[in-house]
Structure formats: C-alpha cells, structure tokens
C-alpha cells in the first residue's frame, strides 16, 4: 500500500506532467482562461488516461511490440471519442468553450507517454494510482493557472463576477503571454519548494 501511494504522490508533484517534464502545454495554456475550462479539461485527460493505462497494461503481453504505438493510439483515441461525446451530451457549453482541445487529447504527449514508459511494462495494480496521479497532478495544476488568470483577466470565477465592478480587468492575463507568465511563476515556486526541501534535508 504504502508504494502504491509513493506512486500517486510522484505524479501530483515529483514527476508533475506539467511542472516538471513540461509536456502536453499547449492545450494546458489554451483552455486555462476559465475555471470550468480547467477543470473540465483536467478531469477529461484523468479519464483518457487511466482508462487507456487500465486497458493498455491489461493486455500489455499480448500486443506485439511491432504494432504497439498504432494499437496504443487506438485505445487512446477511444476514450478520447467516448468523453468527447460525454461533453457534448451533458456539458454541450464547456464542450464549445474547449473546442479542438478535447480530440486532440489523442496525441496529448502526456498520455502516449505514460502509456509508452509506464502502462506498457507494469501490472494493473501499479498503472491506476499512477494514472491517477499524473492526470490529477496535471489538474491541480491547470486549476491553480485558471482561476489566477480568470480572476485577474476577468474579475470572475466560474464566469460569476468575483472582484468589484469597478475593477479593471487585466487583459494580458486573458492572452497566452499572460498563461506563459502565470505557469512560469508555478514553475518557479515549485523550485523554490523543492530547493527549501532539500536544504532542511541536509
């Protein structure tokens, strides 16, 4: 128990997809200019992806290595498809705020990644609470950036005005120069973190 755990809590901080291997930015960057967005992107990837480690390690030992990459793309694009029509079927409104986003999550390197290094060669029981924690880390994540940037670029929370009317909106934070500075600034206080760690390690 206590290594599964060790595995869920690598991927909220250790190995955080975002913060620390720095992959899948694009679409993390695009849709974090709402809350909902951020979230609703989050939580779609954890599905892609701990279906797509689920099913991928399951059968792990009777893919031929040959085909691998187009039978993980496959299983990928599956998922992809079902929360996809998830969205548009009961969140028709985040699904249009999200746009291109969601099928893109197929070529998300942040899943083919994991499905490549990880799911591929472990047990089942190993590749859920890493799933779950690599695509939970990457929510944290894409929450904290969205609501800076929501607040900031637009007074608001989940599209509700939160600051004052009389507040000015800073628009730069509603730009991808300003989603570039806020993830920057994340990055930044994860360092500083891990530095002060290791000093009162030592």
């Not at 060790?6 to 190995?15: A, P, R, S, V, Y």
């Not at 291997?21 to 694009?26: A, D, E, F």
């Not at 570039?180 to 994340?186: A, G, N, Y």
């Amino acid at each position: 128990m206590n290594q599964l755990f060790k595995i869920f809590i690598n991927g909220l901080m250790k190995e955080n997809p975002l913060l620390v291997l720095m992959i899948g930015l694009c679409s993390s960057l695009a849709v974090t200019t709402n809350v909902a967005n951020g979230i609703g992107m989050g939580l779609s990837m954890t599905f892609v992806l701990l279906m797509s480690e689920m099913v991928i390690s399951g059968f792990r030992k009777l893919i031929p290595d040959s085909i691998r990459i187009p039978v993980f793309i496959i299983v990928i694009a599956a998922f992809t498809t079902v929360i996809d029509y998830v969205l548009k079927a009961f969140f028709p409104d985040l699904s249009k705020a999200m746009g291109v986003f969601i099928p893109l999550i197929v070529v998300n390197c942040i899943i083919m990644g994991r499905v490549e290094s990880y799911s591929s060669k472990q047990p089942l029981v190993n590749v859920i609470p890493d799933a779950l924690g690599m695509g939970l880390g990457y929510t944290w994540v894409l929450m904290g950036i969205s609501v800076i940037r929501e607040l900031l670029g637009n007074g608001t929370l989940f599209s509700r005005q939160i600051l004052p009317e009389t507040y000015q909106p800073i628009l730069f934070f509603t730009l991808p120069p300003g989603g570039f500075f806020i993830f920057s600034l994340f990055i930044a206080l994860n360092l500083f973190i891990k530095s002060r760690s290791r000093e009162e390690q030592s």
